[in-house]
């Protein structure tokens, strides 16, 4: 259902590819600490998928409390039409309502990806300041408060 976000080679250099991203949530043993949700358009058609970790599956630069968002993707023929926008809109709507204490969503953009950089930004993401180091290279975190 979800192989249909693939990504060009220029995008999924900053997140890898869904193979290794489902790799590590069937691997994971953190059942509801970290899960993977695909991002459906009215019609049913798949327009994107995201990672939420939280608790003890938080990364280390993820405050307590915090959720964070991984491997977010928009299918490429949706980019720039507001997926991405009405997504974090809803799914910060789902948090205030069903999970009223999370003070914040986090994230890690990879400071080379410039349009990411700025769609975060544009949608409420701020740059913490805080900086992170893995294997896609160096990690800007950004963080957007819920409620």
């Known amino acids: 259902m979800v192989e249909v976000i693939g990504l060009p080679p220029e995008q999924e250099a900053f997140a ?8 590590r949530l069937n691997e994971s043993d ?18 994107g998928f995201f990672v939420l970790r939280e608790g003890l ?13 991984h491997n977010f993707r ?4 949706f980019q720039g039409k507001g ?6 809109s809803l799914l ?6 069903e999970r009223p204490v999370q ?8 400071a080379r990806n410039v349009a990411a950089i700025e769609a975060y930004r544009k949608i409420g993401f701020m740059d913490t300041g805080g900086r992170h180091e893995e294997g896609f290279g160096p990690q ?3 963080a957007k408060p819920l409620g």
């Open 30 to 47: 953190a059942v509801g600490l970290e899960q993977g949700f695909a991002v459906v358009e009215p019609g049913g058609e798949v327009v």
């Open 57 to 69: 599956r938080r990364p280390p630069w993820a405050p307590p409390g915090t959720v964070s968002l």
């Open 83 to 88: 997926v991405g926008r009405r997504c974090i």
């Open 74 to 77: 928009v299918r490429p023929g």
């Open 16 to 23: 890898g590819s869904l193979d290794e991203v489902f790799g």
């Open 140 to 142: 800007l975190i950004f």
């Open 103 to 110: 003070p914040q969503l986090m994230l890690a953009v990879n």
């Open 92 to 97: 910060e709507d789902w948090f205030v309502r």
